[in-house]
């Protein structure tokens, strides 16, 4: 069965400062993304990852996708407030249409 | 372009009765996908209905069951309501294979009481 951990389950920063958050998935799988969640509100897509080594960056966020390691990234450059969210990944398996989700990264950025 | 609409957006039921919640996918979408959202948490696959048919199932109990019409639009129902049934439900449809991603309504947040 597909696991998907994150971490860290929590996180706090600066303003201004980088960080990364770490998604690790533990059978072979073809598709991954990242999702942003407001406190109450519904799941934003930010990006989605479909091979190897893909690399996709939107403003002050990056994701990457190694299928090797079973491990995406989404690193955060100089933190601003509005950044501050739930951060979820989820995997997709071969021949398999559920999105299984991380346990999810609440961050919360300090002026 | 409407994106992907849930409603009702909040809806309170007692124990034991039974609910409906409805979806419109995206414009061009034509897979609709149901998950449970418990506070706190991530969200849970439920089913995925394709061609008016369930395509995929999630650990959900049978009293979890759904429908897809002709337009793509879906109902979930639940029967005999649990107090653990109290959660955010999200609908999220994509083409065939999700190749461009999937993308969420704004989910119905049910309280059994």
């Known amino acids: 069965e597909l696991k998907v951990e994150q971490n860290p389950l929590f996180l706090s920063m600066q303003e201004g400062k980088n960080y990364t958050i770490y998604c690790n998935y533990s059978t072979t799988s073809d598709r991954l993304y990242w999702y942003r969640q407001d406190p109450g509100k519904s799941l934003e897509s930010l990006f989605v990852l479909l091979s190897n080594g893909a690399v996709k960056q939107e403003g002050r966020l990056m994701a990457s996708l190694d299928t090797k390691a079973r491990l995406s990234t989404l690193h955060i450059t100089a933190a601003v407030h509005d950044l501050s969210a739930t951060y979820f990944c989820a995997v997709v398996n071969f021949g398999n249409e559920k999105l299984t989700f991380g346990t999810g990264t609440r961050l919360t950025i300090i002026p | 372009d409407a994106g992907v609409t849930q409603s009702p957006t909040h809806l309170i039921k007692t124990r034991g009765q039974q609910v409906t919640l409805r979806c419109s996918p995206k414009s061009g979408h034509d897979t609709v996908s149901w998950y449970q959202q418990a506070l706190g948490q991530g969200p849970q696959f439920i089913f995925q209905y394709y061609e008016e048919e369930e395509r995929q199932r999630g650990n959900f109990p049978d009293r979890f069951s759904g429908h897809q019409f002709p337009n793509y639009s879906s109902e979930l129902n639940v029967n005999a309501l649990l107090l653990g049934d109290s959660a955010l439900y999200l609908c999220?449809?994509?083409?065939?294979?999700?190749?461009?991603?999937?993308?969420f309504g704004s989910g119905t947040r049910l309280t059994v009481v």
């Open positions: 999220a449809s994509s083409d065939t294979g999700g190749t461009y991603g999937y993308t």
